[in-house]
DNA sequence: GATTCTGAGTCCGTATTTTGAACTCAGGCT
DNA sequence: AGCCTGAGTTCAAAATACGGACTCAGAATC
């Protein structure tokens, strides 16, 4: 993906059309000022309305308009919990394609705290397990890392 | 940042204010519907006004204002270039932020293949050196690819 | 059993953005 | 001189976003 090192001002158009595009799709779903952060808080398991618009201070009906798009995209699942006597109330919960979207979460999070904030950025991406901080990197089949420098696009089926 | 397994609906705050959150920051410099794409095509290599409407269907005056937003914001420089025997023009070409947003894109773009698309998409990336297929992965200090399923949100400056 | 409180919305008038079409402007070409 | 092209600017209409008031159901309180 990444750029031609001396951009040639030849080249004029996307080798694939939007409709194709993979890309475009996602922001189809996700590419707006809301989303990604209501994302961001079913990430850190805030699931309820009111929690959800105290933390981002989004308009009401904008939020239960973003809800209602995410779960038609199956982004997240409304669903019912009750907590200890109190009645039943509905929360919303990423589902498995959701929680997917974390890596690309944390990659855009790493190139903010690089490129925006300018500094490390207050929450950590550890190992459960071991504890290690994770990055997110370029793999090769056989798991080695390779540097984004090295990254380029090529076309699947080659032209047609 | 992956998701408490069994969602405890206890949790009612995100654990950092918005100012604070790089995710948050970097949606404001690319969290709408069209400023994804035209770095897309900005990563191929498409810099020209009228090529990149053309590709996109963005309407000329929305174009105008997001490429003057992604210059302000140092993602896209805009620089002149001259073809053969024609008037001096001007283009863009992304910056060092810009590319680097790359593997993010390439994330972003695999969930997508993975969950919206549902099928491979046309455009792979390979290693230019081995041309070996390349993914986005966790990796440990170590360089050992961690599954997002152990992944873990972790406060670096552990509460206050 | 009436009143208050709370979570999760809906409604609505105003403000801001997007859209698409038309217009501009400079330089080169015929 | 008139036409074309790339790269915009301007403008009215349409779509969205905003924020405040209102609703509604069930629990708690009086």
């Known amino acids: 993906m990444s750029n031609l090192e001396s951009a040639d001002p030849v ?21 707006d000022r809301w989303s990604l952060l209501i994302l961001r808080e079913a990430f850190f398991g805030v699931m309820r309305y009111d929690d959800i618009r105290a933390d981002l201070g989004i308009p009401r009906s904008v939020l239960t308009d973003r ?5 038609g995209c199956a982004l997240v699942e409304k669903r019912p919990y009750q907590e200890a006597g109190d009645r039943r109330r509905f929360g919303y919960v ?31 991406i550890v190992d459960k397990q ?18 984004l420098a090295r990254a380029v696009p090529k076309l699947r089926r080659p032209e047609r």
């Not at 071991?130 to 540097?147: H, M, N, Q, Y």
């Open 11 to 31: 080249r004029r158009r996307a080798p694939v059309p939007r409709a194709q595009c993979a890309l475009a799709r996602a922001a189809e779903e996700i590419g």
């Open 67 to 71: 809800l209602a798009k995410l779960v």
């Open 94 to 124: 990423l589902t498995a394609k959701g929680r997917d979207l974390a890596l690309a979460f944390i990659a855009l999070t790493h190139w903010s705290e690089a490129h925006v904030l300018g500094e490390p950025g207050p929450i950590e």
């Open 130 to 147: 071991t504890g290690s901080g994770l990055k997110v990197a370029l793999i090769d089949e056989r798991g080695r890392t390779v540097p």
